[in-house]
């Protein structure tokens, strides 16, 4: 009877470490993983975000030195150039995404 109860308690005790070792292989894995990969994607978007942020202002204070046509009552128009040329970007961006998750 005590033979069979340790041989029991080898057993769940054999069951236990397969399972833990299971979880981790499973779970604990592809979690770090996906988090590694997340933390790359948010850093890329933040510095492809302060690239687009530094190049629009750029445009704009080329815009307004440069040339003369945009001084008086066209003064708002480097804003408006800007700001278009800011969702032609966002436009041609999403495209490609949309096309490179198709092709995929």
Known sequence: MKIEQDAISEKLTELRSLLISYAKQEIRDPLTALTKWLSLGLLGMLF?????????????????????LFDNSLSFLPYVLVFISLLIVIVVSLKASRRHNEIR
């Open 48 to 68: 492809l975000a302060v690239g687009a942020v530094f190049g629009a202002i750029g445009l704009l204070r080329l815009l307004q030195n440069e040339f003369s």
